[in-house]
């Protein structure tokens, strides 16, 4: 499977070159490619009913986009992973294609001492069940996905201020470099712009094990 890592790029950019490479795969001019991505501070808004209700007063820019769920925000210090994949040869199974991705955030915490799981009744990926380290969107068209995971590495958890995300109070949003043990960070010595590239490529490694037993 193909990995682009384009960095950080305009969200609109980034929706063109999801949709172009979905559109692709259906065609049949394409391959499956994961897009990995950071954002400037944007926020988009799902399909799910009172969404735009979640966004408060702010200047961010706001995307209406076809994922399922609802507001949510994208920043630096954030991971952004996109599967463009072929579900139709994969079970046509949503529900098993979604625990899949949270899985690989799961497996990606772990390899940094942080004990994330699912919480009941929660979308997403959580820490201690009450603080959302991740946050999972997905669309799909003709059985080929697009949109996908957010992780929040080093991000500034003060900018989620703006909006309730996904319904919840903005407090309840977590980073890695927040959830981080102080041993892990002593021992190490780690920096935000080494913990961002490390927990990036353990995410995209854990996706493509993930991926290729799917």
Known sequence: MLVRDLGLIEYGEGLRIQEASRDELITGTGREILLVFEH????????????????????IPIF??????????????QVVVYPILNLSQRGKDL???MRLLEEAVINTCQDFRIDAGRCEGKTGVWVG???????????VKKWVSYHGVALNITSDLKVFTNISPCG?????????????GDGYKKTWAI?????????????VENLLESLGAF
């Open 129 to 139: 069940g009450e603080r959302k380290i991740a946050s999972l969107g997905i669309a």
């Open 168 to 180: 919840f109070e903005p407090t309840v949003m977590t980073s890695v470099e927040r959830e981080l």
């Open 64 to 77: 209406e986009v076809s994922r399922g769920g609802r507001a949510t925000l994208h920043l630096p210090g």
């Open 40 to 59: 400037p501070q944007v926020i988009t808004v799902g399909r799910a009913l009172g969404s735009k209700s979640e966004v408060f007063g702010t200047k």
């Open 95 to 97: 529900h098993a294609y």
């Open 191 to 203: 920096t935000p712009s080494v913990l961002f590239k490390d927990v990036k490529q353990r995410l």
